[in-house]
């Protein structure tokens, strides 16, 4: 079987900077599960592995727009201070979950002032070239509810309602 639309495909990984530095691998999270077709993964990547099989490997070098996409300066946002207050040890570099009207997202703290806080949405590579390294695990064609939902839904289920 090959990775096409459809296919649930399971990589072993290696996600670095453009130096080299691993930012995430499999070692650490296990392997890397997603739904071919549907941007689970990033664009370059995808369209790498369209028909490749078990046990094939890629080195691939993605530019910001097949990868995290470009920085965006607008998604650097102040916010007064005070809606920090319940979180202990607010520092500088801290990730923190943010609520939106369309779901979590991850920030970064930029930087704390004595009235705001400067918080960051933008992926940590975005705008830059990163380097994946992959070998194909494991492929099957996708459940019905999977495809109808657009991810892949671990152990039968999704883990969420709808």
């Known amino acids: 079987m090959n990775i096409t639309k459809n296919t649930v495909v399971e990589l072993d990984y290696k996600l670095m900077d453009s130096q080299g530095a691993v930012w995430e691998s499999s070692a650490e999270g296990g392997p890397w599960v997603y739904l071919h077709g549907y941007g689970d993964v990033m664009p370059g990547l995808e369209k790498e592995l369209e028909g490749k099989a078990i046990g094939q490997k890629i080195k691939v070098e993605l ?11 607008d998604m650097k946002t102040e916010v007064p201070r005070e809606a920090f207050d319940g979180i202990d040890g607010l520092t500088e570099g801290m990730r923190l979950a943010a609520e939106s009207g369309d779901g979590v997202h991850a920030v970064l703290v930029k930087e704390i002032r004595d009235d705001v806080v400067v918080i960051d949405a933008n992926h940590p590579l975005a705008g ?15 459940t019905d509810e999977e495809v109808a939902h657009g991810h892949v839904h671990q152990h039968g289920s999704c883990g969420h309602s709808h």
Do not use: C, N
């Not at 530019?63 to 300066?73: L, R, S």
């Not at 380097?131 to 695990?137: G, P, S």
């Open 63 to 73: 530019a910001p727009e097949q990868a995290y996409g470009p920085y965006e300066d």
């Open 128 to 142: 830059q070239t990163v380097k994946v390294e992959v070998k194909v695990l494991a492929i099957r064609v996708a």
